[in-house]
């Protein structure tokens, strides 16, 4: 089909695979197929690729957006056979191999999906989610940061005690890994911080709250972590809801299971993602989660040249009956490993399938605190030692050396001076804009 705006990508001649989304996954199966003889296609809605697990520093001013983000044209200047294009696919036609984007069609010979999550408001209607915060996005953690800025700048204009309080207040929705360090991180920045910023505040009565609907914070680790995920960060001054559903947020007030409610202008969710599914599968391939569900070859359900990797993928077997989680490991496993067989399938080869190599799992929880769960929960750390791994690894996966450098130089300059340099409100943010 002959379409009239097209992404204008040249003829080269190869059999053409398009990946939607640079993130992760997108960037290890372009990384796999360098010498492929196809033509690569990268399309992402973004020029850059984001290091989500970091984005909470950004929020709390602690890493400036640059050094999380790195160009998706610079990443892939070193595979001869990629093309990049930013765009965002709107719809896929499966029909006639073909994808559409806010910028024109493109045609495909082999597609994958590595088009990440999304948050999940889960039933909260959208006049209520629309007042809430979320941390998907560089954006996201930017207007975090000035938004909770700007409270603080409105709490020392009003004498109004009680709004004064609801403004300093901040409550994170969601005990997981982002719930738990965002909240950390806000208990420092309390503790430290924000008293030496606003010495007219008294932030004995700001308050940190945490929700968590279950009974244990990080919910996918260990007990043992979850025990001391709890110490730590009721030592950073949280206070922490367990078996508490947040049922409803209006005017600035969070409405709980328990009858209680909170007032905290600043309402953070983190408790849910969902995949990014895009228009035009059919229905045979929706899974749980707005996911897609793909073989163990990462094949999408009732297509032969549709292929899905990372968190939109839902890859049911005995040992993982949910899919795999939504975590940066499984995404580049899925992403290097279907590069390879994409090769062997064009060389007539038998394909392997895909095994998840647990490399374990950690959450930071803030200074000199974090957990760690080693593969098979064969061991577990806690304290500095832990605190000190979730550094070395959160640094060394970063891409590019330059991010890597700026990261771990201001790890270091927060560290002895107990001072974030980032507290800035650089483009202020309204509620419900969008
Ligand atoms: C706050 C936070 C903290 C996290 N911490 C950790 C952690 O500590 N450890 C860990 O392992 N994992 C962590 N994760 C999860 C991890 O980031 C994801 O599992 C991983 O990024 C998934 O990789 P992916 O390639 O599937 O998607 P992503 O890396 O999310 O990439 C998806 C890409 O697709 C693009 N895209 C989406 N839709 C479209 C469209 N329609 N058109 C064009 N482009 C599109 C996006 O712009 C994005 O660049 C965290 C996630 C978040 C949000």
């Given at each position: 089909?002959?379409?009239?705006?097209?992404?204008?990508?040249?003829?080269?001649?190869?059999?053409?695979?398009?990946?939607?989304?640079?993130?992760?996954?997108?960037?290890?199966?372009?990384?796999?197929?360098?010498?492929?003889?196809?033509?690569?296609?990268?399309?992402?809605?973004?020029?850059?690729?984001?290091?989500?697990?970091?984005?909470?520093?950004?929020?709390?001013?602690?890493?400036?957006?640059?050094?999380?983000?790195?160009?998706?044209?610079?990443?892939?200047?070193?595979?001869?056979?990629?093309?990049?294009?930013?765009?965002?696919?709107?719809?896929?036609?499966?029909?006639?191999?073909?994808?559409?984007?806010?910028?024109?069609?493109?045609?495909?010979?082999?597609?994958?999906?590595?088009?990440?999550?999304?948050?999940?408001?889960?039933?909260?209607?959208?006049?209520?989610?629309?007042?809430?915060?979320?941390?998907?996005?560089?954006?996201?953690?930017?207007?975090?940061?000035?938004?909770?800025?700007?409270?603080?700048?409105?709490?020392?204009?009003?004498?109004?005690?009680?709004?004064?309080?609801?403004?300093?207040?901040v409550a994170v929705v969601g005990?997981?890994?982002?719930g738990?360090?965002l909240a950390?991180?806000?208990?420092?920045?309390?503790?430290?911080?924000?008293?030496?910023?606003?010495?007219?505040?008294?932030?004995?009565?700001?308050?940190v709250h945490l929700f968590?609907?279950?009974?244990?914070?990080?919910?996918?680790?260990?007990?043992?972590?979850?025990?001391?995920?709890?110490?730590?960060?009721?030592?950073?001054?949280?206070?922490?809801?367990?078996?508490?559903?947040?049922?409803?947020?209006?005017?600035?007030?969070?409405?709980?299971?328990?009858?209680?409610?909170?007032?905290?202008?600043?309402?953070i969710?983190t408790?849910?993602?969902?995949?990014?599914?895009?228009?035009?599968?059919?229905?045979?391939?929706?899974?749980?989660?707005?996911?897609?569900?793909?073989?163990?070859?990462?094949?999408?359900?009732?297509?032969?040249?549709?292929?899905?990797?990372?968190?939109?993928?839902?890859?049911?077997?005995?040992?993982?009956?949910?899919?795999?989680?939504?975590?940066?490991?499984?995404?580049?496993?899925?992403?290097?490993?279907?590069?390879?067989?994409?090769?062997?399938?064009?060389?007539?080869?038998?394909?392997?399938?895909?095994?998840?190599?647990?490399?374990?799992?950690?959450?930071?929880?803030?200074?000199?605190?974090?957990?760690?769960?080693?593969?098979?929960?064969?061991?577990?750390?806690?304290?500095?030692?832990?605190?000190?791994?979730?550094?070395?690894?959160?640094?060394?996966?970063?891409?590019?050396?330059?991010?890597?450098?700026?990261?771990?130089?201001?790890?270091?300059?927060?560290?002895?001076?107990?001072?974030?340099?980032?507290?800035?409100?650089?483009?202020?943010?309204?509620?419900?804009?969008?």
């Amino acid at each position: 089909m002959v379409h009239e705006k097209d992404l204008k990508i040249p003829n080269t001649g190869q059999k053409r695979l398009v990946v939607i989304g640079g993130g992760f996954g997108g960037l290890e199966i372009s990384n796999a197929l360098k010498k492929a003889d196809l033509q690569v296609v990268v399309i992402d809605k973004h020029n850059y690729l984001t290091f989500q697990p970091l984005l909470y520093q950004v929020a709390t001013g602690g890493l400036e957006p640059g050094s999380i983000a790195y160009p998706l044209r610079r990443a892939l200047r070193s595979i001869p056979n990629a093309i990049f294009r930013m765009a965002e696919v709107i719809q896929i036609s499966p029909e006639d191999n073909s994808i559409e984007t806010n910028n024109g069609w493109l045609s495909y010979d082999y597609l994958v999906l590595a088009v990440g999550s999304k948050t999940n408001f889960f039933s909260f209607k959208p006049e209520e989610s629309s007042q809430m915060m979320q941390l998907k996005s560089v954006t996201n953690a930017l207007d975090m940061r000035s938004f909770i800025l700007q409270n603080y700048e409105k709490a020392l204009l009003t004498s109004d005690e009680l709004e004064k309080e609801s403004l300093m207040n901040v409550a994170v929705v969601g005990g997981g890994p982002t719930g738990v360090e965002l909240a950390g991180a806000l208990g420092e920045m309390k503790n430290h911080i924000l008293p030496k910023d606003y010495p007219e505040l008294d932030f004995r009565k700001m308050q940190v709250h945490l929700f968590e609907a279950s009974s244990r914070l990080l919910g996918a680790m260990s007990p043992i972590s979850s025990d001391r995920s709890l110490k730590y960060i009721k030592g950073f001054g949280v206070n922490v809801w367990l078996d508490t559903f947040v049922t409803g947020y209006k005017d600035g007030v969070l409405s709980l299971n328990n009858g209680k409610s909170i007032s905290a202008q600043t309402m953070i969710w983190t408790a849910g993602v969902m995949g990014a599914r895009i228009d035009g599968l059919g229905t045979q391939c929706h899974g749980p989660a707005n996911r897609v569900l793909v073989d163990e070859m990462n094949k999408v359900t009732g297509y032969e040249n549709i292929f899905a990797i990372g968190d939109i993928a839902c890859m049911v077997s005995e040992n993982f009956p949910k899919g795999h989680a939504m975590v940066a490991p499984a995404a580049m496993q899925q992403g290097k490993l279907l590069g390879e067989n994409i090769i062997k399938m064009m060389n007539g080869k038998p394909l392997k399938p895909f095994e998840y190599f647990d490399k374990g799992s950690m959450a930071t929880v803030g200074r000199n605190k974090a957990v760690v769960d080693f593969p098979g929960n064969k061991g577990h750390l806690g304290g500095f030692i832990a605190w000190l791994a979730w550094m070395f690894v959160h640094a060394i996966t970063l891409v590019g050396f330059r991010n890597k450098l700026i990261v771990m130089v201001g790890w270091l300059y927060n560290y002895f001076n107990y001072d974030q340099t980032l507290r800035l409100i650089i483009r202020p943010f309204k509620k419900g804009k969008g």
